[in-house]
């Protein structure tokens, strides 16, 4: 298996985990094909053992190190739409004009599969949908409005915090340290909602959108696109691309999912107490909807990939 740097590594070590992505990364891991497992395992570097939970981290973890910075403005697509009147929408043409998380995703699907590239960025390509599909799944991460909720302040549990992190943070960590004993038991307890249980019945749905053969796009180097010019990567890998023709549909599919959230429930019986009682009581049921699904997708948009169907009958249960 390929090995990454020595900063990387040290970087994973030193910086706080995430609990939301880790949990879409291991409920992935339980529906990989056999196929599809061994390119995990073939293509990951070797810290992370062929586990997405902990390769789910990596894309925040370098996207504000030297290097690396062009990749910030794929985390999210801003939507120009208006939550508080009630109105929420997601338009690639309105939203994405240029970088954005439909495009990364588009992009990084298509590396990932092109065995003309090295392993080695392969890897990265993988690492970045691991993480941009568990991204596209939290509401706040598909809305412009203040920031994708990051310029909205509130308390919880009694600390002083933004509206974006608790539902990328708080609210997942909350419910971990309420009912589970660590993250892979989380994980666990949604997979076998989606074999067994509550959402046996609607996890069908969240996958009938699975088509990675759709995305074509026209490949450039270009570093107005993204790049910092001084970066060591500028001349050998291609960070984000630049269309003629763009099949954005599932990835916008995801997104206004997403998005459709921000009104129904984001801002539903919101005020401004601390929001760590009745607003995460509310809450937390969707949010572990949330990375469950996104979970699932991830887990099918691969084995699309690597295994041809996005329910392989053979498949690894680690």
Not at 221 to 247: C, I, K, V, Y
């Amino acid at each position: 298996m390929p090995t990454f740097s020595l900063v990387i590594t040290e970087l994973i070590v030193g910086n706080p985990r995430e609990s939301g992505h880790e949990v879409v990364g291991y409920v992935a891991q339980a529906f990989l094909g056999l196929n599809t497992l061994a390119f995990v395992r073939n293509t990951l570097d070797s810290q992370y053992r062929g586990q997405l939970g902990p390769a789910a981290l990596w894309a925040d973890q370098i996207k504000y190190t030297r290097g690396w910075t062009w990749s910030k403005g794929f985390h999210f697509v801003d939507a120009h739409d208006d939550p508080l009147g009630g109105s929420c929408s997601v338009s690639d043409s309105r939203d994405c004009k240029g970088n954005c998380i439909l495009s990364a995703i588009t992009n990084y699907t298509s590396r990932v599969q092109d065995t003309t590239l090295p392993v080695s960025e392969q890897d990265i390509a993988l690492k970045f949908l691991i993480h941009f599909i568990g991204d596209i799944g939290q509401p706040l991460h598909c809305e412009a409005y203040e920031v994708g909720g990051n310029s909205i302040k509130e308390i919880f549990d009694g600390s002083h915090t933004e509206l974006h992190a608790i539902w990328d943070t708080k609210i997942p960590d909350k419910t971990i340290k309420n009912s589970f004993s660590g993250i892979t038991d989380y994980a666990d307890s949604l997979v076998n909602r989606i074999k067994s249980g509550d959402y046996a019945s609607v996890a069908a749905s969240w996958i009938s959108c699975t088509d990675p053969s759709s995305l074509q796009p026209k490949l450039i180097e270009n570093p107005a696109l993204g790049l910092d010019s001084g970066s060591a990567d500028f001349n050998h890998m291609t960070p984000m691309l630049h269309s003629e023709r763009m099949d954005l549909h599932c990835p916008l599919v995801w997104a206004q999912d997403s998005n459709a959230l921000v009104c129904s429930t984001v801002f539903t019986g919101y005020d401004d107490s601390d929001l760590g009682g009745d607003y995460y009581n509310n809450n937390a049921p969707v949010v572990d909807q949330q990375l469950a699904k996104s979970g699932y997708r991830l887990a099918a948009w691969l084995n699309t990939i690597f295994d041809g169907t996005a329910l392989p009958r053979e498949s690894r249960q680690t």
